[in-house]
């Protein structure tokens, strides 16, 4: 097998979603060997049901799903990115489906792949992009109290906010305070 097969079978790929939801793919890119198709969030379900089911595409695997900030850089303001990977067929495809600010929610795809539930409760957590028809939809990194996306770009990296803080910092700044007798070297 070259080293091109792999985007050449990536690229069809895309090309054949292309003919298929033409108003949903707005973009086919290619970066370093790896495709990507840009798309409306629309029918997000339909086309990663059609990737998953499609006998000769057969994307079994959802390798990883993430949020993307691209604030002050381009509009829509969010992406979430879907990398898909063909057990059986051994080709891979990037999914990356534009969410706006003004309504960042999108459609789950648990039902196709149970492993997303914990990639999309991620994306919830360090976003706060909402994905329609979670099973079970809420915080997993921060806790249940915590105000605020983390990964957002204007997410304050230092505040000053006093008794407005989040109560559990006192708590870990103090116990590690505690803790510095144990400190080795």
């Known amino acids: 097998m070259s080293v091109m097969e792999p985007k050449l079978i990536s690229q069809a790929i895309a090309e054949g ?11 086919i890119k290619e970066f370093r060997g790896q495709v990507s198709v840009i798309i409306q969030k629309d029918r997000l ?12 595409l057969c994307f079994s695997l959802l390798r990883d799903i ?12 969010f992406e979430v990115v879907y990398q898909l990977y063909s057990i059986s067929h051994r080709h891979m495809i990037r999914i990356r489906a534009e ?9 789950s795809v648990v039902s196709i792949w149970d492993g ?18 979670h099973p079970d939809l809420r915080r997993i990194l921060m806790p249940e109290d ?19 803080e989040w109560p559990g910092l006192k708590e870990i700044l103090e116990l590690s305070r505690k803790n510095k007798v144990y400190e080795i070297g």
């Open 17 to 27: 979603m292309r003919e298929r939801f033409p108003s949903e793919v707005k973009e």
């Open 45 to 56: 379900k339909e086309i990663m049901e059609y990737l998953h089911d499609t006998p000769q």
């Open 66 to 77: 993430c949020g993307v900030d691209y604030l002050g850089k381009k509009e829509p303001r």
């Open 99 to 107: 969410v706006p600010e003004n309504d960042p929610a999108i459609d």
């Open 116 to 133: 997303a539930n914990w990639h999309e409760r991620e994306c919830y957590d360090m976003f706060g992009i909402r994905f329609m028809g």
């Open 146 to 164: 915590w105000e605020g996306s983390p990964l957002r770009k204007d997410y304050p990296l230092e505040s000053d906010l006093g008794e407005k």
